[in-house]
């Protein structure tokens, strides 16, 4: 049988000829610094060693290599789930995750957020075209401006064109479904001031609960306040433009948030601008 020897120019271990001759590494078995230098240093049997060496009696393609085929299932000690194992489990949580409902249109609870999102927001449409633009009777900036000064606040006309383009937005937004609980938290926040404009400063007037029942009253602005409150907290509902938005899918946190803000605009109008 013929010997071949094929030697790397970078000084590597020698490789098989192709012709199936056996490829043999005259060199030292002594360390050379070579990151498998123990596999040069151990002694083996047979030609010389190496990482491209086989030593254990399979150096020819024409000889017995069944001892390839030996079972090293004892050897395996690491301790990791079997592959199909860990497959069956993976399926079993793709399963339960194909069992969940998809989103869906509901003749309940949907219909009924369309309804009051587009009552609420035409209302406040109307009443901030009334203030911003003049329309449908209504004062205008100038006139709304003359109005908040009568009732003591600084600032009006800065004051007027806050709450007119809150309205006005505020109103377009909860008729498309689009930004919610921002649009609620504006139009809550307009209602809020309203309140405490016309019930007064006391807890407990000195007529009571008559004053949300009269012709001045605040039952109309409390109305208004309930339905943006509600919008602010259950979400516009699937038929809106906030549909699957983050928003939408955590109403609750987004409800809360927003909440914190209308307050705070709130107490600001309230102890700023009131004087």
Request: one cysteine or more.
């Amino acid at each position: 049988m013929c010997v071949g020897r094929v030697t790397d120019a970078r000084g590597g271990p020698p490789n098989l000829l192709t012709c199936g001759c056996v490829a043999t590494d005259d060199r030292s078995k002594s360390p050379s610094g070579y990151s498998d230098d123990g596999f040069y240093s151990t002694p083996t049997s047979g030609a010389g060693g190496g990482a491209h060496h086989f030593d254990d009696g399979t150096q020819s393609f024409g000889k017995d290599t069944t001892a390839f085929n030996k079972d090293t299932s004892s050897f395996d000690t690491s301790g990791y789930t079997p592959v199909d194992t860990f497959g069956q489990t993976a399926a079993t949580h793709r399963d339960e995750e194909d069992e969940r409902k998809p989103f869906g249109w509901t003749g309940s609870a949907d219909l009924g957020l369309l309804v009051l999102r587009v009552a609420l927001g035409a209302v406040f449409i109307g009443h901030g075209a009334q203030k911003v633009f003049g329309a449908f009777g209504g004062p205008g900036i100038d006139g709304f401006a003359r109005q908040l000064a009568e009732f003591g606040y600084r600032e009006e006309k800065i004051l007027a064109w806050v709450t007119g383009i809150t309205e006005l937005a505020g109103g377009g937004l909860l008729v498309l479904g689009l930004f919610t609980p921002l649009a609620a938290a504006g139009i809550l926040g307009v209602m809020a001031n309203v309140v405490a404009l016309k019930y007064g400063g006391s807890l407990f007037p000195p007529d009571g609960f008559r004053r949300f029942l009269n012709s001045n009253g605040v039952e109309q602005e409390l109305a208004y306040a309930a339905m943006a409150f509600a919008l602010l907290f259950t979400g516009p509902g699937r038929a809106a433009l906030d549909y699957n938005r983050s928003w939408f899918r955590h109403p609750l946190l987004a409800g809360f948030i927003c909440f914190v803000l209308a307050a705070g605009a709130t107490a600001a109008t309230l102890l700023v601008f009131r004087t």
